[in-house]
């Protein structure tokens, strides 16, 4: 079983919808937990880290949920520019390496 | 100035020859890595450095050679290109070991024919 498993979409959405997604992870000892933006052939951008109790960063929501060791990313009024595939990434506790998903794409369409 | 840089970002090569890829790091970072990607899009960790000194070394070829001469640079030393080493490799940094923010150089095209 992958470290870190996401759909890989591609999710199609038009301008201004709500898109919403999950990553899974299977190490019940992940400490840390990421989403990352990369755009196409271009690098990995860290867009937010997840925390215990949720995080929001303006039209961004991401939440984690231990219980069930996923986390999700929800993007409201979707902009075109919010086309890219959205890399999940875990932290292990003890050496803290990053496991990285291979990706969920989204395209938002005018 | 660009944070994360590396060189050349593309390279076509036969199989069988040697080359490096450079990666220079502005940002003061304690910790390097090297990453690979391939065509299904997996970012996998090869080496890391912290302060020059070699702490995460994934299970890869030892044609794969990294060096850090000093904590803002690390390079990858490939030795007897195969077909299979053609990916993106990205060099990253970041503050310290147990940071999961890294920042990811542009990525070196690696093309093995």
């Known amino acids: 079983r992958k470290e870190v498993e996401q759909d890989p979409g591609p999710f199609n959405v038009p301008e201004g919808a709500t898109v919403a997604f999950n990553c899974t992870y299977s190490?019940?000892?992940?400490?840390?937990f990421f989403w990352y933006r990369q755009d196409c052939r271009k690098e990995p951008k860290l867009l937010m880290s997840v925390y215990s109790s949720g995080n929001e960063d303006g039209r961004f929501t991401a939440q984690l949920n231990r219980a069930s060791q996923y986390i999700s990313l929800l993007i409201r009024d979707s902009k075109l520019s919010d086309s890219a595939t959205y890399l999940c990434v875990v932290s292990r506790s003890n050496d803290y390496k990053l496991s990285f998903g291979a990706g969920t794409t989204v395209t938002v369409r005018a | 100035d660009t944070a994360v840089s590396q060189t050349p970002k593309y390279l076509v090569t036969q199989m069988g020859n040697d080359k490096s890829i450079k990666c220079e790091q502005n940002l003061g970072h304690d910790t390097m890595y090297w990453y690979k990607q391939d065509s299904k899009k997996f970012l996998k960790i090869m080496f890391s450095?912290?302060?020059?000194?070699?702490?995460i070394n994934e299970t890869v070829p030892n044609r794969f050679s990294p060096k850090s001469p000093d904590k803002a640079h690390l390079n990858l030393h490939i030795n007897s290109l195969e077909l299979g080493d053609s990916a993106v490799y990205f060099c990253?940094?970041?503050?310290?070991?147990?940071?999961?923010?890294?920042?990811f150089g542009e990525g070196s095209r690696l093309t093995v024919l």
């Open positions: 450095y912290n302060n020059k000194e070699l702490i």
């Open positions: 190490n019940s000892a992940s400490q840390s």
């Open positions: 990253a940094s970041s503050q310290v070991q147990s940071s999961g923010e890294l920042f």
